[in-house]
């Protein structure tokens, strides 16, 4: 039995301690928000927060989680998150939406650590979401609004 | 929930007749052009489709308004479209308007330009039902005002609907929709209700907000992949590396050991391991030795394959289309130009892979839950594989995290394999089939890879005098269902179109097409045919217009008099981009480039803005303008055109699917990579106005870039660079 805290809830689960974060939340949890892309840290759907740092879910041991506060796409709160979702529903970023938990949550990680980033800012901390229906425009349209509404 | 009627419970059962365990189990046929393309013929009148509001609308007591939407949404926001269009003649308050995807049934829900099919794809969802959908709420709407007549004992001309509220102003009475929803319901449906005029509108042409995006930003909107049934089980299935492969001998003993694994099956497409959770079915097929029976797989390299066409294409192909002596006219023209183009395989590489889950009821029939496409296809294939008919296969579509063609195959490949699990399960649990990334890019049917070899003469005056044409693919069609719609005298029209009816103003041309025969599947993948068609033709046209002397856009212009659409947009891209004037400004390594094409009745022109140096290439701008007729939602058509640039550049600048022995070399994001944030370009989207009846902007989008990106290179550097993905690695600095 391993012990996980997601969004604030502590949970025992019987896993294997190799097996990726990304399937324990899904499969385990059912929290199905945070979305399976590649499985190789090449396409950032499955980003979530580990006490606060987006990381690749897919790349994240269960066993290497330790005492980390995990929080996912269903539990994320605090001004800088409800800033990221209300831009990308002002401007509707979405279009499949697929990839936007995992864009959500590395924007708002920016965020938190860059309140006005600039387009390298964002060319640096976004690259590795993949948004196959090209929403990027917006998605830094929606970033730097968000940053606006924050400042 | 009061409603207006009740959906059907369960499906007819309208077709049984399928071939027990194939592909080909029903024949299609798309109502429009006779065998032609989509975009040959002009759309069809479809203003006599009857209103279907039992189909397509519910009232519920507490006021809300659902639409049942028929298409499958795979980001394209049709959702929002379809629910606008009903919504508006319905005079619905916008606020309390919901959306539910349609049950599988071709009656109610077939595409009104796919005949008895209810599908999505072409770019028709909004182009079909737009009078099916505003006279549906046009007569939902006469019946609530004749409900509130008889209530009121007023005449119905009287009485007025405004966002949600039916009033009588004269005796100072209203109610609400869902007050009158239930006595509605009783009367009859008007045949023909009158549909507002355009100045009436006041949803359709604004920026209503997509239904989906509350949703879609908090992690609850659910695809077909965080599906969990009670009781259910995944399954990954080692499928054979070569396409054709089938298996041969099967050592399960080590994957069975894999804790969490419940069961490895062998069904007709591969190994399938089961197991109580996604990862322990992965780690199970990792531990599965599979002997693979090569005889009748497809062996060769991609590039043998596109080695193979060039030769075809030097042998006569079947004429697509024709006019005048072409050869002769080139032979005596005072400048011949010669070009050839290969395109690769293309995976269509959606965000959520491939998957589907399939549910056994009590009484045997079956729930599929998965982001279905092609419905009646489907549903049909499904009910074979399992060996029941179709009126016990429920189909639930949900959201689809993207698609781009993929998850409209003929012969719905996944949904049969799941099938075949489930079958092969005796149907204990609900199955979740997942194809993992690596799955979903090797699984094959891809945008064909495809050969141009083209020829044109110029005068010396610089006007064309002759073009011949050859392509060299494999039909998409011939050996599908769709074949005896869309295949002609063996011309498949996904191959050719957007080429053999191009709409210059050429005086002699002559196209011909050779299909393909190799093993690899193939597939409709964002604009089908007009993925290489448009770049073959809108490069080769701006080498003519440079060999002749000529501006690329007046060149352009000089031959589309009989397309005022098309000359429309390209003239309005121009403008918009400040063509000629702009490009005066630019330094060395710098250019626009321009392209204009016409796909599934739409009309795009881009003007690229690229920077070029040695072997590498910058997109900045693109401006893009666009005529699609009505258009229903501003915002979400351009958000299509924006997305069609992030979505083409990557094929433009590098992905390719290779086979080496037979074998997909990419199998995920690292070697088949998307375009990222960092390259994406800026990206304007103009809309001509327009009181035409709407067409699609899902695809329409696509082609128009690479032809577009490369006459950008070309104006920069000098440098034509044909092939796609371009080759950048000839690129010379300037």
Redesign the interface.
């Known amino acids: 039995m391993l012990k996980l805290t997601v969004n604030g809830v502590a949970h025992e689960v019987e ?2 301690p190799d ?2 974060l990304l ?1 324990v939340l ?3 949890l ?11 840290a ?2 950032g ?1 499955c980003t979530v927060h580990l006490d606060g740092q987006a990381v690749r879910s897919c790349q994240t041991r269960i066993g290497d989680v330790g005492e980390a506060k995990v929080t ?3 539990g994320v709160s605090g001004r800088v998150a409800e800033a990221v ?1 209300t831009a ?2 002002g401007l ?10 995992g864009q ?1 949550m590395s924007a708002i990680g920016l965020l938190s650590t860059t309140p006005k980033p600039t387009d390298a800012d ?2 640096g901390a ?2 590795g ?12 349209a929606a970033i730097h609004e968000a940053a606006r509404s924050l400042a | 929930m009061l409603k207006l009627h009740d959906l059907p419970a369960a499906p007819a059962p309208s077709r049984r007749a399928f071939l027990g365990g194939t592909a080909a189990a029903i024949v299609i046929g798309f109502s429009v052009g006779s065998g032609k393309s989509l975009r040959a013929a002009p759309l069809p009148d479809l203003s006599g489709v009857p209103a279907k509001p039992n189909a397509f609308v519910r009232i519920a007591s507490d006021d809300t308004v659902t639409v049942i939407i028929k298409h499958l949404d ?4 049709n959702t929002t479209g379809l629910a606008t269009i009903l919504a508006d003649e319905l005079d619905a308050d916008w606020s309390r308007v919901r959306t539910a995807f349609a049950p599988a049934d071709a009656n109610l829900y077939a595409n009104a330009l796919m005949g008895p099919i209810q599908g999505t794809g072409g770019s028709t969802a909004i182009a079909n039902s737009w009078f099916q959908l505003r006279k549906t709420g046009a007569a939902a709407r006469a019946m609530l005002v004749s409900a509130a007549a008889d209530r009121w004992k007023v005449p119905a001309s009287e009485i007025t609907v405004e966002a949600g509220v039916v009033r009588h102003a004269a005796s100072n009475r209203q109610a609400r929709f869902g007050e009158l929803a239930e006595a509605a319901a009783a009367l009859p449906v008007p045949a023909e209700p009158k549909l507002k005029d355009p100045s009436q509108w006041r949803l359709i042409g604004t920026k209503v ?2 239904v ?12 077909s ?2 599906i ?1 049934r009670p009781g259910q089980v ?1 399954a990954v299935v080692a499928h054979s590396p070569r396409f054709g492969g089938t298996v041969g001998r099967v050592d399960d003993k080590a994957a069975r050991a894999v ?1 969490g694994v419940l069961d490895v099956v062998t069904i007709p497409t591969g190994v399938a391991v089961i197991a109580k ?3 322990s079915a992965m780690k199970g097929r990792e531990a599965l030795v599979v002997a693979w029976d090569d005889a009748g797989a497809e062996t060769r390299s991609s590039d043998a394959i596109l080695a193979e066409y060039r030769e075809t294409a030097k042998r006569p192909g079947l004429v697509a289309s024709t006019k005048g002596d072409a050869a002769g006219a080139i032979k005596g023209a005072a400048k011949v130009l010669e070009a050839e183009f290969s395109f690769p395989y293309l995976a269509h ?5 491939l998957n589907a889950t399939i549910e056994r009821a009590a009484d045997g029939s079956y729930d599929v839950f998965a982001g279905c496409q092609l419905q009646t296809v489907e549903q049909a294939v499904i009910a074979a594989h399992l060996g029941v008919t179709t009126d016990k296969v429920r189909l639930h579509t949900q ?4 698609s ?1 063609g993929r998850r409209a195959t003929p012969g719905a490949d996944y949904l049969a394999e799941a099938a075949s699990i489930m079958r092969a399960t005796g149907g204990k649990a609900p199955v979740h089939l997942v194809w ?2 690596e799955d979903d890019m090797a699984g094959g049917y891809y945008r064909p890879t495809v050969y141009h070899k083209l020829k044109a003469g110029l005068d010396a005056k610089g006007a064309i005098t002759g073009w011949t044409h050859t392509m060299v693919g494999k039909s998409i069609l011939i050996g599908s269902p769709f074949e005896a719609m869309m295949v002609k005298n063996g011309i498949d029209s996904t191959t050719v179109e957007g080429a053999s009816d191009t709409p210059y103003a050429l005086p002699a041309y002559h196209f011909e097409v050779h299909n393909g025969r190799e093993g690899v599947p193939v597939l409709w993948w964002r604009s089908v045919g007009h993925t290489h068609t448009a770049h073959a033709m809108e490069v080769f046209i701006d080498e003519l217009a440079h060999a002749a002397g000529a501006d690329p856009v007046a060149f352009r212009l000089g031959l589309l008099g009989g397309a005022p659409r098309l000359s429309g947009v390209l003239k309005l891209a121009a403008e918009k981009a400040g063509w000629g004037a702009a490009k005066d400004g630019f330094g060395k390594g710098r250019g626009l480039g321009v392209s204009a094409h016409e796909s599934f009745g739409s009309y795009v022109a881009m003007v690229a803005d690229v920077s070029a140096e040695e072997a590498k290439v910058k997109v900045n701008r693109i401006v893009a303008a666009v005529d699609v007729g009505i258009a229903v939602n501003p ?2 058509i351009r ?2 055109v ?6 083409a ?1 990557s094929s433009v600048l590098r992905n390719r699917i290779t086979l080496k022995g037979g074998v997909v070399q990419e199998r ?3 070697t088949y ?6 390259e ?1 370009p ?2 304007e989207v103009h809309i001509m106005p327009s009181t035409t009846a709407p067409t699609g902007i899902g695809e329409p989008g696509v082609p128009v870039l690479a032809p577009a990106v490369s006459n950008a290179i070309f104006a920069a550097t000098g440098q034509r660079l044909r092939s796609l993905p371009l080759d950048l690695s000839g690129l010379r600095g300037v």
Not at chain 1, 30 to 40: A, F, V
Not at chain 2, 212 to 223: E, R, W
Not at chain 2, 642 to 647: C, D, H, P, R, S
């Open positions: 896993a294997d097996t990726p399937w899904r499969d385990h059912d929290k199905t928000g945070t979305k399976y892309g590649c499985g190789i090449q396409c759907a996912t796409i269903e979702q990308w529903r509707d970023v979405v279009q499949c939406g697929y990839c936007q938990s959500i964002i060319n976004m690259d979401n993949v948004c196959r229906c090209g929403t990027y425009q917006r998605i830094r | 795979m980001g394209q926001g907000a997509r989906d995006s509350a949703a879609k930003t908090d992690g609850t909107a659910i695809y992949l965080d969990r995944m804790p959770d996604t990862w590489a959606s965000m959520e892979p959201w689809a995290g993207g781009f993992t990334r915002d979400v958000a299509q924006e997305g069609a640039v992030g979505f550049l995920n994001f690292d990579e998307p375009t990222r944030m960092s994406m800026v990206v």
